[in-house]
């Protein structure tokens, strides 16, 4: 079972209602990162409430307009380290849907226990007759789709640089990141039996990617050799199979490596950097997989004598 972390959303945990619908997000086996959102976001509204002295299940259209306007407006949490000049106050638009629907679902909770008549937060309604060309009832938000910051070469041999100063596996967790558009947990939790080096590709297993969904994903020639060099130095750790990336710290030596531990390693490269590391962790993820993944003439992997981190194979590594 999930183990629900109340101490990062204490408002939720004090509130029975609050409290009894997270836990039963829970018990339907909802990701922990999920709970953890969920929690967080239903925290963020009941605080608001508090500061507007009104009962969380009291909720009204003019209360949502209100909170609504609060998400909107109040100081950007990344301060200095927001990349567009309009996003200094307010947060995202996918943020502030996030919120709006954790409080949509918790209404929509509250409709079941008979404790309202109805659900003041709007969603988009289908009208027969329009779905294919005609127009819709939109939901609360408009959602916003915008495209992909991309660094540019210069800032790219830069990213380079500060990985040329790192252990190999920082190195091989890097590119395999980069080239799978691979997300934190989906990286870390790799193993060994994962990769088909004849093919040079990756399983990602459905219980560790977002979507619930296994796929696979390739890696360039210049990881492959990197990766041949890493396994050879992982078996000096350990020989057991299981996670492809040990711990080299002193007190957890050829243990699993934790994603707070791999957190920690791109928050460092990004200190170095000179940004956030999610967005260190954007620039490796979305430079290819915001592409079409159909497209050959995109993907530099299909090209021959060329590899994902470049026209040309970086030569220090």
């Known amino acids: 079972m999930t183990e629900i972390r109340w101490e ?21 086996q ?9 929690g967080l976001c239903l925290n963020d509204y009941l605080n608001f409430c508090a500061r507007h002295d009104t009962q969380p299940e009291a909720v009204t259209r003019d209360l949502v307009a209100q909170y609504v306007q609060d998400l909107a407006s ?11 000049i309009e996003s200094d106050r307010g947060l995202s638009n996918s943020t502030m849907q996030q919120r709006i629907t954790v409080l949509r679902l918790f209404c929509d909770s509250l409709i079941e226990q008979q404790l309202r008549q109805d659900n003041p937060v709007g969603r988009g309604h289908y009208v027969p007759g329009k779905a294919f060309g005609g127009t819709r009832d939109r939901g609360l938000l408009p959602h916003y789709q915008k495209l992909p910051w991309l660094p ?8 380079l640089r500060c990985l040329k100063g790192e252990s190999l ?12 558009a691979l997300r934190r947990e989906e990286l870390v939790r790799l193993e ?38 890493y396994l050879w130095h992982r078996r000096a750790l350990s020989t057991k199979r299981g996670p492809l990336f040990l711990s080299e710290s002193h007190r957890n030596t050829a243990g699993p490596l934790s994603l707070v531990m791999w957190s920690k390693v791109v928050q460092k490269m990004a200190d170095t950097y000179g940004k956030g590391p999610h967005g260190l962790a954007s620039d490796c993820n979305l430079r290819w997989s915001c592409l079409p993944a159909n497209d050959d003439a995109l993907h530099p992997t299909e090209r021959s004598g060329t590899d994902r981190s470049g026209d040309a194979e970086p030569r220090w590594l």
Not at 8 to 27: G, S
């Open 192 to 229: 060994i039996v994962d990769f088909d080096s004849a093919y040079r590709q990756i399983r990602v297993r459905a219980e560790h990617a977002k979507n619930g969904r296994e796929r696979v994903v390739g890696y360039g020639t210049v990881t492959s050799r990197l990766l041949e060099a």
């Open 30 to 38: 909802l990701a922990p990162n999920t709970v953890d959102a969920y």
């Open 74 to 84: 109040r100081p950007h949490p990344k301060g200095a380290n927001v990349l567009s």
């Open 8 to 28: 990062q959303y204490p408002l939720v945990a004090r509130h029975e209602l609050a409290r009894k619908w997270l836990q039963r997000q829970a018990h339907l």
């Open 152 to 159: 540019s070469d210069e800032e790219w041999q830069i990213v």
């Open 169 to 180: 596996r920082n190195q091989v967790m890097m590119l395999t990141a980069y080239d799978g």
